[in-house]
């Protein structure tokens, strides 16, 4: 199972396509607990599937950056800029992933909740309970993480469909499964 220097080896391309589908999944469920009233219960069951799905994406990046770290990367094509663009925007992506799944735990722990996970178990409590930082977690959680992720994800997206249609290179094609 090796990456060459044209393709993505199997597994990477599997966690890339399985963060894609968490990462829709956590969105959904955030967005689907809004079309209940508070006291709903299905309201809560959406929130619990979002902070669960969340410690997912904390447990699945750090599998992805283990096998990054373990497999070596096709070599990325285009000029020096565009090299050094796509590492930076990887960078930070990576790092935008660590950090919503981080600030949401904490700030779940600061407002004095648990955070379970699918109700096999609660995350040890780090943090004593301290809502005014809760608060600030929150503004970065949702105002400045979330935006981040959008911008770095449609980045993302567009420089993998620039360097297939306008570019015409492999760059998209070799993350994709074979046929």
């Known amino acids: ?3 060459t220097n ?3 080896n199997s597994v990477s391309k599997g966690l890339h396509w399985l963060f894609v589908i968490l990462l829709l999944a956590v969105w959904g469920a955030v967005e689907l607990h809004e079309f209940f009233e508070r006291d709903d219960p299905m309201r809560g069951w959406f929130m619990r599937l979002h902070f669960s799905l969340g410690v997912a994406v904390l447990m699945l990046l ?3 950056l283990y096998w990054r770290a373990r497999h070596k990367r096709p070599q990325i094509q285009g000029r020096s800029w565009q090299k050094a663009l796509s590492n ?3 960078g930070a992506l990576y790092l935008v992933l660590l950090a919503m ?3 949401g735990i904490a700030m779940r722990q600061l407002f004095g909740r648990d ?3 699918f109700d096999l178990f609660a995350l040890p409590r780090l943090l004593a309970e301290n809502s005014d930082l809760g608060k600030q977690l929150g503004f970065l959680h949702k105002d400045v993480l979330w935006p981040a992720l959008l911008i770095l994800v449609g980045l993302h997206i ?3 469909l620039w360097h297939h249609f306008v570019m015409r290179d492999s760059t998209l ?3 994709l499964p074979q046929r």
């Open 173 to 175: 094609t070799r993350m």
């Open 62 to 64: 750090a599998v992805r």
């Open 158 to 160: 567009a420089a993998a």
């Open 101 to 103: 799944p981080v600030s």
């Open 115 to 117: 955070t379970e996970f």
């Open 6 to 8: 044209d393709r993505w």
């Open 88 to 90: 930076l925007t990887h």
């Open 1 to 3: 199972m090796s990456t």
